[in-house]
């Protein structure tokens, strides 16, 4: 099946401080999503984003779908950023997610 | 987006019985559905898809008959999970697709 890997796996940041979590996919896929799983364990939707950049507030996402990558842009982080951070991707018709990357924002 | 809710929360039991968790999407309807287990620290393995009026599809390694999934509408699927053990002990999430996925908020289940 297809391999996702995530980059770093932990992280520890400054309040402020901007940071880039990446994304490798071994093959194609049709849809591609990121998510941030609070403390309490409910995954957010941050962005359903198989090709091109979007952006939503001091987030914002790039897949290029040709070289099997995504990065997730976080600037100005906050305390409230905390937490993992999941890639997901979709082959055909379901999900499949990488390792996470696990995010502390120090205040 | 869409709401996906599950329940319940979490559940206690004691080794050798049997939970049902339910999965609903609360503003859309779903003929598919999946299930996925997390341990802690880890990440998310789907366990089965779930089909609205048919039989669930259970990913490699998954016991079929230890985990009962049921779609019997467009907005509900259930899991069982039969006789359970402490090695069940997990949080299982499920998710729904209108247009992207949408997940649940998860059960957390501890089997003493």
């Known amino acids: 099946g297809i391999q996702v890997e995530q980059s770093p796996p932990d992280l520890i940041l400054q309040e402020g401080a901007n940071s880039t979590l990446r994304c490798n996919f071994s093959?194609?896929?049709?849809?591609l999503q990121w998510f941030h799983q609070n403390p309490w364990g409910q995954l957010i939707n941050l962005f359903y984003?198989?090709?091109g950049t979007k952006q939503n507030g001091r987030l914002s996402a790039t897949t290029v779908a040709t070289e099997r990558y995504s990065l997730l842009y976080i600037s100005s982080s906050q305390t409230t950023d905390s937490g993992v951070y999941f890639c997901a991707v979709d082959p055909g018709n379901m999900l499949t997610f990488g390792g996470g990357t696990r995010l502390m924002v120090k205040p | 987006g869409a709401v996906v809710s599950q329940h319940p929360s979490w559940v206690i039991c004691k080794s050798g019985t049997s939970v049902k968790i339910e999965c609903r999407s609360l503003d859309f309807q779903a003929t598919t559905m999946f299930w996925y287990r997390q341990f802690p620290k880890q990440s998310l393995m789907l366990m089965a898809t779930?089909?609205?009026?048919?039989?669930?599809?259970?990913e490699q390694g998954v016991e079929k008959d230890k985990f009962l999934i049921n779609h019997a509408s467009l907005t509900l699927s259930t899991l069982t999970v039969t006789s359970a053990h402490p090695e069940d002990s997990s949080f299982y999430i499920c998710?729904?697709?209108?247009?992207?996925?949408?997940f649940g908020p998860g059960t957390r289940l501890t089997v003493l």
């Open positions: 984003i198989p090709s």
């Open positions: 779930s089909n609205e009026g048919s039989k669930a599809t259970y």
């Open positions: 093959d194609s896929v049709n849809n």
């Open positions: 998710s729904a697709r209108s247009g992207e996925q949408f």
